[in-house]
């Protein structure tokens, strides 16, 4: 089998920058919790500071997964909308111009090139450019819809998603001399992000999925969009508040935040669970075991990481210790895996094999890069987590200074650089295997 639509073909160059990025990524990460492990000679941290390697690995994050958004939006597109796409030059330019954004913000990082906002380091011109990649995104999949006159929940979802992803960014470019309401806005575009353009794009994107691999009605995935744009207009801009009681916003703000905010993993969760009570009652195959099974694990560790985790970690009583913490950094990790990591890793698995003309492929090493990853990535938020309670109290709880509480961490983080080149195995394994995928040996054809 191979691509429907010839267009589909401008995702590939996507996916493969995607993921050596997020390889780049992990090599980052790991360098970062070396720091916190052993002392590293002051000539080395002069070079290359803390703030640097830190400002690098979760800008890499943003760009490689953006990337994929991007790539499997022009890959899915042309078959939801029955058409070509409308300019598939112009998907290449905008490939080209942001990679050498995301390039250039990275190497002008090492020489201190940098906004200060932490997550949206990226400096002002290269913002601009940024801005007009976007546009030249929205424009090519915006006229692809509406030439092809064909309107779908899915589509309506992925689009409305990322014209909100597009319009937050733009909370991100002024400065305001206020840094109460610098840091309001700054939060729009963080939380709102993640828990509001994010969540919609991968509603879409797991519905569109699932409706290939499980043959599950249309209807059936869509009724659960339409519950996660209600959670996107009740929770995901209410669930914004649980950052609010930092800036100076009444106590109720975290109440509201906390609570709604846990909710929006939920209807992804429930169309996955809808999908394989689907197959199980008509006793259908499933057109692709990896892909369900990374769209299970993604609904899993998506609830785990941004739900429970989240919930736990943003309760008034427990954030009032915990807020900013290493609580804050074991959240993160599961989240951002669980919710859109492995969101792109189950799109790759389903696409690149049509791209490289696979009817089937060997999906013994994926199974196992997915299994090693989730393994390893849960036990980094242990390991976080137990640091983070270690911090918390040592600090907040008991009062003792900043370096008191990292010489008592330092075990813990000694384990997650074990634990990352862990994760690094799993990684390097999925990137090899996605870009060296093989056909299903003869004997088990």
Excluded: C
Aim: charged share 10%; no cysteine.
């Amino acid at each position: 089998m191979s691509v429907t639509y010839q267009s589909q073909r401008v995702a590939y160059p996507y996916f493969v920058i995607a993921l050596l990025l997020f390889l780049l990524q992990v090599v980052v990460g790991i360098w970062l919790a070396v720091h916190y492990a052993v002392t590293i000679p002051q000539w080395l941290v002069d070079i290359l500071p803390f703030s640097t390697v830190r400002a690098i690995h979760t800008n890499l994050l943003v760009l490689w997964l953006l990337l994929g958004f991007m790539g499997t939006t022009y890959y899915m597109i042309p078959e939801e909308s029955e058409r070509e796409l409308y300019s598939p030059k112009l998907a290449y330019v905008q490939l080209g111009l942001l990679t050498a954004v995301g390039v250039t913000a990275i190497v002008g990082f090492l020489f201190g090139w940098t906004k200060g906002k932490p997550l949206l380091e990226i400096p002002f011109p290269l913002d601009y450019l940024v801005v007009v990649g976007a546009l030249i995104f929205l424009f090519n999949v915006g006229v692809t819809i509406i030439q092809a006159r064909r309107w779908t929940v899915i589509q309506g979802s992925l689009f409305g998603g990322l014209v909100f992803l597009a319009v937050m960014y733009l909370f991100n470019l002024p400065f305001y001399n206020n840094l109460t309401i610098d840091w309001y806005y700054w939060w729009w575009v963080i939380h709102l992000w993640v828990e509001g353009a994010w969540e919609l794009i991968a509603a879409a994107l797991t519905a569109w999925i699932l409706i290939k691999v499980t043959s599950v009605p249309r209807e059936t995935v869509e009724k659960w969009l339409y519950v996660e744009l209600g959670l996107f207009l009740f929770t995901g801009i209410t669930g914004t508040g649980h950052h609010y009681y930092w800036l100076g916003a009444p106590k109720y703000w975290l109440w509201f935040g906390g609570v709604f905010s846990a909710l929006e993993p939920l209807p992804i969760l429930l169309m996955v669970v809808d999908a394989g009570h689907y197959v199980r009652n008509r006793r259908s195959e499933i057109k692709g075991k990896l892909v369900f099974t990374l769209a299970s694990g993604m609904a899993i560790l998506h609830l785990i990481g941004a739900g429970f985790w989240g919930f736990l970690h943003t309760l008034p009583q427990i954030n009032y210790y915990t807020h900013g913490s290493q609580v804050t950094v074991a959240h993160g990790h599961i989240a951002f895996f669980g919710a859109y990591v492995l969101l792109n890793i189950m799109f790759f698995y389903y696409a690149m094999p049509k791209l490289k003309g696979l009817d089937e492929f060997d999906e013994r090493r994926g199974n196992l890069a997915f299994w090693w990853m989730s393994i390893a990535m849960m036990l980094m938020t242990l390991a976080f987590s137990v640091a983070g309670v270690l911090q918390t109290y040592i600090e907040r709880v008991m009062g003792l200074g900043y370096m008191t509480a990292q010489a008592q961490m330092r075990f813990w983080f000694a384990i997650l650089v074990v634990l990352g080149v862990s994760l690094l195995f799993g990684v390097v394994l999925t990137v090899v295997d996605l870009l060296t995928l093989r056909p299903v040996p003869a004997r088990r054809a």
